[in-house]
């Protein structure tokens, strides 16, 4: 159990790297548009990401 959720947390973190390696001004831009967004939008696009990723998580299996 514990080596999957290492696993998985190793994929998290080699796929949010991916576009500030490729992409760095873009990826500052958009951090930068993420900072001025209210806190209520930003808590429903986090629970619209995370239901896509258990909706994901259930159709692989």
């Not at 999957?4 to 576009?19: F, K, N, P, R, S």
Request: charged letters at 10%; proline letters at 5%.
């Amino acid at each position: 159990m514990w080596q999957d959720l290492l696993t998985a947390l190793a994929l998290v973190l080699i796929i949010e790297g991916v576009m500030p390696f490729l992409c760095p001004q873009r990826w500052q831009r958009m951090v930068e548009v993420l900072a001025q967004m209210a806190p209520s939008n930003m808590r429903w696009a986090g629970l619209a990401s995370m239901l896509v990723g258990v909706i994901l998580l259930y159709a692989v299996r």
